[in-house]
């Protein structure tokens, strides 16, 4: 079982709608969670961390639900430039990287 | 500022031949990392280092080898490459291990035939 799972989507949205996605982790001790944006043939780019308590960065809002094991990130308002792949991150409690094959998604004008 | 900084950019190999990826940060990070980078899976760590001299096996260290001579510099050698190791590769550096903040390169685009 991968670490870090992740719906590869994609998924195609227009303009102004909001679009949410799930990123499931198997490691329970894992402590730290992320969400970083890659651009086609682009590097990977720290978009946000993921509290526990849920935290939101102008129109992209993300959950961490440690008894499901999942984050999400939603995205409020889509913008042609929101269009790229999601990456999620976890961060275990050896300080180990695991990164989720992404999520890619697709605004549409 | 140019943050981290790979190259080549691209590189076609034959079987066999050898080659060096050369990475290098202005950050004064002191932890670098390898990863590579194949279509469905996440990013996977080949080797990294926790500062000047010191170096260590990721999750798919086998047919690379790093060294870290210098704090700003991370190189990445493949001995005798293989078409298993076409691949996107990307140097990255970070402050610490305890934060989730990755500074990447553009990438290594590597073909092995």
């Known amino acids: 079982r991968k670490e870090v799972e992740q719906d590869p989507g994609p998924f195609n949205v227009p303009e102004g709608a909001t679009v949410a996605f799930n990123c499931t982790y198997s490691n329970s001790a894992s402590q730290s969670f992320f969400w970083y944006r890659q651009d086609c043939r682009k590097e990977p780019k720290l978009l946000m961390s993921?509290?526990?308590s849920g935290n939101e960065d102008g129109r992209f809002t993300a959950q961490l639900n440690r008894a499901s094991q999942y984050i999400s990130l939603l995205i409020r308002d889509s913008k042609l430039s929101d269009s790229a792949t999601y990456l999620c991150v976890v961060l275990t409690n050896d300080y180990k990287l695991s990164f989720g094959a992404g999520t890619t998604v697709t605004v549409r004008a | 500022n140019a943050g981290v900084t790979q190259t080549p950019k691209f590189r076609v190999l034959k079987t066999g031949q050898s080659m060096t990826l050369l990475c290098a940060q202005d950050?004064?990070?002191?932890?670098m990392y390898w990863y590579r980078q194949d279509p469905g899976m996440g990013l996977r760590l080949i080797h990294y280092s926790v500062g000047e001299g010191t170096t260590a096996k990721g999750e798919v260290p086998d047919g690379y080898n790093v060294s870290r001579l210098k704090k700003q510099n991370f190189l990445l050698g493949l001995e005798s490459a293989a078409p298993s190791q076409t691949s996107v590769y990307f140097c990255?550096?970070?402050?610490?291990?305890?934060?989730?903040?990755?500074?990447f390169g553009e990438g290594s685009r590597l073909t092995v035939l």
């Open positions: 990255a550096s970070s402050r610490d291990l305890h934060t989730g903040e990755l500074f």
């Open positions: 993921v509290y526990s």
């Open positions: 950050m004064n990070h002191e932890y």
